[in-house]
């Protein structure tokens, strides 16, 4: 059933090292195991989870410790340092650089429980905080006080303090607010002997000063070490440091030493561990400066023929007093155009802009925005380059924008093919006044590598996300890479810039570190290092390396060298298998290129709004996230597990079976890997081999048991009264007793509609339309139907209700659960009899949003041809039909009063259809609050199923929290699952479905 690819290039050339396997490290993790409070997983699931972060490299570690505070923290480093094993403490694993990947380390997980905000205090402006906690769920506590912190990377939706601070992080505010070593003003981290240490400013030669060096201990070291290194370098480090807003390679040692601002000199070891990228300790708590959010910002887009044309302006940006300068090219424009979660960002944009700059403005700086957007208009377009501008006063109109700006790095990730724009050289920062001369300069390296690129970023700070576009499967490009790093280098230091100017060094760059400083500031590099961490066990290799064995440091080969083109995540020996797939995978280039579009950016780890990832954000489990069911999906189809692994019981239980199928992550992420669908192929082939379970069954076939039920109605819901059914269902089918089954009706929605009749002949009509009959809402629920009937006809549209004889259940269920032979067979039915009426003008209807996406999308992958097309064209949810051809604008209303709370179904929401059902209710008057809403939990059979219980009602909480936080009265949702899980809510109601409340408000 699977067949190997052709190896992509000469598997003989850097061969793909696993590392040590999870055997190899028993001992350490039993002693882990008894010394922490928190998880550790050393089996090999782990391993390869956080073997990737968002960079080209991977290596597995050792395995994973969650520490639950700073004594496990200590008792964690101390028993790794004591088995003599590396240590790597990690956030969202969103680095771009590999410094969130290590080979062979302990890595200890601060995201998972080290997340606490600590302490605010507003007057002061400071925040202290654990390691973990996301930098938007920081600045979303500190709202209240009007106050944030100021480094904004476009990943802050995942990002942890600790992970910027790791990385000294920064965004596109640095124009304004520079970086984050500017904001750190303590820290406490564990250094690998276990000794607490304490970064904050102590005045040199004071009393605390005094106290600190006159004991004999690693802090006493670590202090006089660093002050003698900073003080007999001064001359280097005058001379080495670019004089740039941002520069974040190397160690910090420009910045540990300096006068506070009661004009004492100070030495704060805080500055040393910002960049420091996990080589000097583990941060375990962090306490960061704060500033005012500005109350309004507006936006001007200023568009350019010419790319080196926008770099020109600039410099002549910044003289605007602006507060942000940020610069896209037309290939980011392309991309966004192509994809579905981003289209709509990129239409204002016009065709003919090469690159747009960015311009934002503040209030804490302007007091009248049009005047001053008038200013630089005047500047860049009437006496400029600039031959447009987009002007963005509303919050949404410069969401919009924003968003398209930080979808740039992912976006370009989803070119098709095995050539990416890979990061690699991607933030290299000059002076703004040199950016259009290193622009063009940089275009010719890339003509001499017969490359190209694609150009965005910081520009107002000098940085520039250039990413050539390489193919990282072969070894040419491989060393392509390396070239193009060599020669940018010496670019970037003639045009007296930095190699990194924001992501960092990790894998990537600390090879390139001494060319950078010279041999005096390297030495000192070392020598630091070695005094905090003799043995080199904290994240050896990033940021600094050693030269040999004999260097200072262990005595052994820890932290010698440092080569980019290690510990690649692909390289010419990797390989991957094509399964043979029921499902057509051709739009995405296949099964393996679907997977491998994953490139670990973490997004779906966010947890503020979109859809993706529910279980990620009701888990926080790496594994639970679309990255960590990606990355082992990887794993299975290249070798690094073996092949029956995709098909084992294991595979499913703990990687697949999780999903929810809310299709989130084929819309929100922004390659489009599309889980839900990677996941019913999996799970049809595990069928295949394994057979299927009796509850699989029953929840594939609900139509023909809903059926049954209606027919014996009432006495099957009486039957499910009955004591002990729930323990039956429970042990014999694996249902969960806490769930509400729905109650047959005896009366179906056909029924009701054959008794009744269409009451608008179709002669009369203005249009003519076929209701689907949902399983549920013809057995069970038939309101819905009723009212999408009465509202259809109030707008003077012929209606038929579909006999259930006439067309199957969409298969939605069994999709969901990987039956696609029985999902296939109830489409071609289903298009078989639909397709004559599509031809014939018919619209096809649905009151169940997850039936209707069923047709539009689901069966595209399943059937081919024409008429399976033109069936999905034509299907519609009954609000989207109504929205769509401008039905409802026909329809009279009495002027409801009343504030509701809509809660799209998700499934839609990937199709980006849910906006449908918020404009008809606010068409028939209702004042509606759009909840920014994901998947709630039920996720059709999933909420039933016992050992998924606990994670669909923690979904479900999610959802209840938005519910209860929002200014509605009522809540409406179209998605059966959806209601029924709110209807499970102790002291609450089923919630309507729209339709119901569209049809309560007609005249
Ligand atoms: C799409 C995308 C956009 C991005 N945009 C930006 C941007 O605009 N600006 C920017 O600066 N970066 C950006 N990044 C890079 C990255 O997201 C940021 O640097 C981010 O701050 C890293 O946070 P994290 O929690 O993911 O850290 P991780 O990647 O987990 O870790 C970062 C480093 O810090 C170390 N570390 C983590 N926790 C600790 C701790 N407790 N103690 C000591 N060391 C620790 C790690 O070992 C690692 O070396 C982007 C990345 C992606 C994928
Ligand atoms: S699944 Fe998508 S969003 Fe998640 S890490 Fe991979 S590419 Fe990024
Ligand atoms: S389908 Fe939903 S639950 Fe599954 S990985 Fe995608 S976003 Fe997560």
Redesign the pocket.
Known sequence: MVRPADPPGDPSAFARETGPTAEAYVDLAEDLDDAVEGSVRFDEYAQLLYAT??SIYQARPAGVVAPTDIDDVRAAVQVATAHDTPI?????????AG??V?PGCVV?D??RH?DGILDVDPDAKRATVQ??V??DDLDDHLAEHGLKFA??????G???????????????HSVRYG??DAYTEEVK?VLPDGTLLHAREVVLDGPEWDDIVAKDDREAEVYRTVRSLVEDNAEEIESRYPDLKRR?SGYNLDRVIYENEDGEEVINLAKL?VG?????????EATVGLVTVPEETALALYCFEDLVAAMKAVPEALEFDVSAVELMDDEVFRLAAESDGYSEYVEPIPEEAAAALMLEFDSELHDDFEAAVAETNTHFVDGGDAFDVIEAYTDEDQADLWKLR?????LLMSLEGDPKPYPFIE?ATVPPAELAEYVQEFQDVLADHDTSAAYFA?AGSGTLHIRPILNLKTEGDIEKMHSITEDVTDLVLDHHGAFSG???D?MARTEFNPKMYGPDLWAAFKEIKTAVDPEWLM?PG?VVYRDGPDDVGPDSERGVGADMREHLRYGPAYQSLEPQTELDFSEEGGFSHLVELC?????CRQHGSDVMCPTFRASREEIQATRGRANMLRAAISGELPEEELYSDRFQEEVLDLCVGCKGCSSDC?TGVDLAKLKAEVKHQYHEEKGTTLRDRLFANVDRVSAIGSALAPLSNVAQKLPGSDLVAEKVLGVAPERTFPKFRRETLVDWFDERGPKVSEAEAEDHVLLFPDTFTNYSYPEPGKAAVEVLEAANVHVRVLDTDDVAPSGRAAFSIGLLDEARERAQHNVDALAPSVADGWSVLFVEPSDAVMFQDEYQDLLNGDEVASVGANAYGVCEYLHTHRVHDSLEFDGAEEYLTYHGHCNQKALNRDHHAAATLQRAGYDVDHLDSGCCGMAGSFGYEAEHYDLSKAIGRILFDQVDSSPGEEVVAPGASCRTQLGDRSGHDRPPHPIEKVRDALA
């Not at 790597?88 to 771009?96: D, I, N």
């Not at 480094?151 to 802050?156: I, T």
């Not at 080589?279 to 375990?284: A, D, K």
């Open positions: 972060d968002g790597m403490p990690r956030g969202a694993g969103s680095s771009l410094q969130a290590g200890l601060m995201s080290m390691p973990g996301v930098q480094p904004d990377p476009a990943s802050s995942r990002a942890t303090v600790g992970g910027g601070i790791g990385n000294n992080s920064t965004g596109a970086i984050t981290a974040v561990y420091a990228e996990a080589t000097l300790g583990v941060i375990v930080k979808a740039a790095i992912p933030d910081h924001e992501h960092g990790g994240h990033n490139n670990g950016c973490g997004t922004p």
